[in-house]
């Protein structure tokens, strides 16, 4: 009985290796795709940013806003001779509240825009764009650190109770000052994500594998470890680049199979 046994392994051996030598095979003389290819496809699933367009549009409500503030305050504040048309716009509301009241419905819409704008930027660095994720990620929360801050300089002015000549000079000054920050920072963040669309560039794992060589003498990429680079930074890089990597995987199995399929 024991002499069979090397018997039967060995010819049991030869044919479990032809069938996994024939499943190889099989896999290996399948159609190839080439890297030019996939490439193409997954540069097809780029997706802009459309974040320029509520830019925008609150600028355009900042300034409505600050025009309808100086004549609100010139013509029923001041009273430049409109008392009577103040009275039956506004009824028995006093003008600076008014004002008071319109900026902070301006406030919360800047508070929707920052929320909207943190969702496509998730979006962006879920998509492997961590690069312009850290570019901007200061920059878009400059227009609410804005706004937030010109409330409570109005605070400190209703506060004060200064006289009303002196008090409608300083709130304007302050609503105009709020309004060339806060468009400064809306006009250089709309520059920076229309070019981000417009040079619809893979994201930075793939230019990193495009530029890449395998050089003794090559530098390291902004993917690995720096001498002037903190022990955070680099833990927050590598744990955007698994999480991009995972997705960017599963992207790739999809297209294969489609691509396999067409071939």
């Known amino acids: 009985m024991d002499s069979k046994g090397p018997w039967l392994y060995a010819q049991a051996g030869p ?3 032809m069938t996994r030598s024939t499943e190889e095979d099989s896999l290996v003389d399948g159609p190839l795709i080439s890297a030019d290819v996939l490439h193409s496809a997954i540069r097809r699933e780029f997706q802009t940013v459309p974040t320029p367009c509520h830019a925008t549009l609150l600028s355009l409500l900042h300034i409505v806003y600050v025009v309808l503030s100086i004549c609100v305050s010139v ?3 001041l009273k430049f001779g409109q008392e009577d048309v103040c009275v039956r716009i506004l ?3 006093q003008g600076d509240s008014v004002i008071v009241f319109g900026k902070v419905v301006l406030w919360m819409l800047v508070v929707l825009f920052t929320g909207c704008v943190q ?3 998730n979006r962006a660095r879920s998509r492997g764009y961590l690069l312009f994720y850290r570019e901007t990620q200061g920059l878009k929360h400059l227009p609410l650190i804005t706004h937030s801050g010109g409330n409570v300089l109005l605070l400190a002015l209703l506060a004060a109770r200064l006289p009303q000549d002196i008090h409608i000079y300083i709130l304007l000054s302050v609503l105009g000052l709020e309004l060339m920050v806060a468009l400064s920072c809306l006009l250089y ?3 920076k994500v229309m070019q981000f669309n417009k040079e619809r560039a893979a994201p930075d794992v793939s230019q990193e594998e495009l530029t890449h060589t395998y050089s003794i003498t ?3 990429t902004e993917t690995g470890f720096r ?3 903190s022990l955070e930074e680099v833990v927050e890089k590598q744990a955007d680049l698994i999480e991009y990597l995972k997705q960017h995987n599963t992207l790739l199995s999809k297209r294969l199979l489609n691509l396999t399929a067409q071939h």
């Open 227 to 229: 001498g002037g680079s």
């Open 75 to 77: 013509l029923c504040v």
């Open 189 to 191: 963040y709309t520059v």
């Open 91 to 93: 009824g028995h509301v």
């Open 218 to 220: 090559s530098l390291p």
């Open 15 to 17: 044919s479990v290796d």
């Open 119 to 121: 969702h496509h930027h």
